[in-house]
């Protein structure tokens, strides 16, 4: 889980356990380049991996919709492999590859396994996009209540 960090401070304290990103399924068939679209104009992008625990709440989103096959996510090949929404930091190497996979393809669906493998351009699977979410400032009594601690003497 992450560890959500709500004031960019000093004064900053974990207050709960929490996912920045919330997931949609799809339920229609569309090639990977349809995908894309419809989860740019719905939502923010299809959705990056970069960890096991974003493959984790992926494969519980789709559990959850009773969905246990295969999706399209953001991965594509251009030359190398890339996400949908551009990401490049921590985790852009992520990948979970089923052992027979890569071959050659350009375009990653995550089975429901877990697994991924890539497709070509005319595979039509439905697809799971991204909304990033955006947390809510702390109530001012807990924020005058960590500047008052701060201001007690060291002992
Ligand atoms: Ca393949």
Redesign the pocket.
């Known amino acids: 889980l992450f560890f959500c960090c709500l004031l960019p401070s000093p004064q900053c304290v974990i207050l709960s356990t929490c996912f920045p990103y919330q997931y949609h399924f799809a339920d229609q068939s569309l090639t990977w380049t349809e995908a894309q679209t419809y989860c740019r104009q719905k939502h923010t992008d299809l959705v990056s991996i970069r960890n096991s625990e974003e493959l984790n709440q992926l494969i519980n989103t789709l559990s959850s919709v009773g969905h246990s096959s295969e999706v399209w996510i953001g991965l594509f090949k251009e030359f190398d492999w890339k996400w949908s929404d551009g990401f490049n930091g921590t985790g852009v190497e992520y990948r979970n590859w089923e052992s027979?996979?890569?071959?050659?393809?350009l375009y990653v669906m995550n089975a429901g396994t877990g697994l991924w493998?890539?497709?070509?351009a005319t595979t039509q699977f439905p697809c799971v996009c991204y909304t990033a979410l955006h947390f809510q400032r702390l109530p001012v009594v807990l924020t005058r209540w960590i500047g008052l601690r701060s201001s007690w003497p060291r002992l």
């Open positions: 027979t996979q890569p071959n050659n393809e493998w890539d497709n070509g």
